[in-house]
């Protein structure tokens, strides 16, 4: 059976690759070539890729999606912010480039399966075949991948979901992978700086403009840089003291200001998902129970979905949650399957 593998020169790419050879398929390599930031960077994650398909003697393809990075990803990246919303562009890159574009390209090449270094599991059910949380809950990436359909899932491999991150680094090692240390990227691959303030403004070949601090009761507090340069539940580089912590509690885009509160100010219950993913069959009549995450790093937590229409619903969680941000993605879960998830608005 034929398998196109996604290999980004990482070591977890790398070891899902020689675990597709190792299990007996005719892999096919292949990296996405996305922008043009840190370029000297992104052509050693070629180069990398390259070297490994070429140990297991795979065929090898960069395929050139930098224009439609930028108009699927980037652009939408910007607009998100420019909404008053803080985007994850992760999620939009799965969506679009790696199980979207790259599907299309494992159909044109013949093959069967389509295979990354993500750390997820899939697992037959009756509804189908349906995400799970990887067997190491620290690297669990289900929740950039919510928004996989049951046919996208038919067709993927995600050789590492069973194993840690240590066993994937020991591998690499006693096959000698010239990445077997190469550090995990903490970065969003198109602002490596962190500076997204400034790919926002080289976008739209405009300044933030400034506009005022003001308190949950309308209370100009002081001036701000510019609202894309805050997110709900930031408390660090506001530049500005008022006796006393101060953390980002809204954005009010309409009047260009940003709403500053106490921590407390940050807990709530509710929200609603739009664009929703359902992968159980048809939408549930009923309030669904499960528990819910609202952000990659957050644990998920009791909470009660109720549809409004086929890919909208309200989202209560039994106890109070921080920063609920729109933006972000909320991901439903029964213990480790994911029945599905949408953005939060």
């Known amino acids: 059976m034929k398998a196109l ?4 020169g990482g070591v977890d790419s790398s070891v899902a690759a020689y675990l597709m050879h190792q299990a ?20 050693q994650d070629i180069a990398d890729a390259g070297a490994i398909a070429e140990r297991f003697q795979m065929p090898y393809h960069v395929f050139d999606f930098r224009d439609l990075f930028y108009e699927k990803i980037i652009s939408k990246f910007v607009n998100c912010y420019l909404c008053g919303k803080t985007p994850n ?9 790696k199980f979207a574009k790259l599907l299309e390209q494992a159909e044109l090449l013949g093959c069967e399966k389509f295979a990354t270094g993500h750390y997820v599991q899939i697992a037959e059910t009756e509804y189908g075949p349906m995400l799970k949380r990887a067997a190491d809950l620290s690297k669990d990436q289900s929740y950039v991948l919510y928004m996989l359909t049951q046919e996208q899932l038919s067709h993927a491999v995600f050789p590492l979901g069973g194993i840690t991150k240590q066993q994937v ?28 303030v400034g790919v926002i403004e080289a976008c739209t070949g405009k300044k933030a403009q400034p506009g005022d601090f003001v308190s949950i009761s309308g209370e100009i507090l002081g001036r701000h ?43 709530h219950t509710v929200c609603k998902v739009q664009n929703i993913n359902w992968n159980m069959g048809a939408v549930p009549e009923q309030p669904f129970r499960c528990e819910a995450k609202i952000r990659y790093r957050h644990q998920p937590r009791p909470a009660t979905v109720t549809f409004t229409d086929t ?19 909320a991901v439903f879960y029964l213990d480790d399957l994911v029945c599905g998830g949408g953005e939060i608005i």
């Open 225 to 267: 840089q510019g609202v894309i340069h805050y997110t709900i539940g930031q408390r660090k580089g506001l530049g500005i003291a008022i006796g006393k912590p101060a953390y980002v509690c809204g954005i009010d885009m309409e009047h260009n200001r940003v709403v500053l509160g106490d921590n407390a100010d940050l807990f």
């Open 169 to 196: 680094r020991e591998l690499a090692l006693q096959q000698g992978f010239v990445n077997a240390q190469k550090h995990d990227s903490q970065d969003i691959c198109f602002v490596p700086d962190g500076d997204y």
């Open 89 to 97: 562009p992760c999620i939009e890159c799965n969506r679009h480039m």
């Open 5 to 8: 593998i996604a290999m980004s």
């Open 24 to 43: 007996g398929y005719e892999c096919i390599g292949c990296t996405m070539r996305l922008h043009d930031q840190a370029e000297s960077g992104s052509l």
């Open 311 to 329: 890919d909208t619903a309200i989202l209560e969680f039994d106890e109070p949650q921080r920063a609920i941000t729109p933006g972000q993605a």
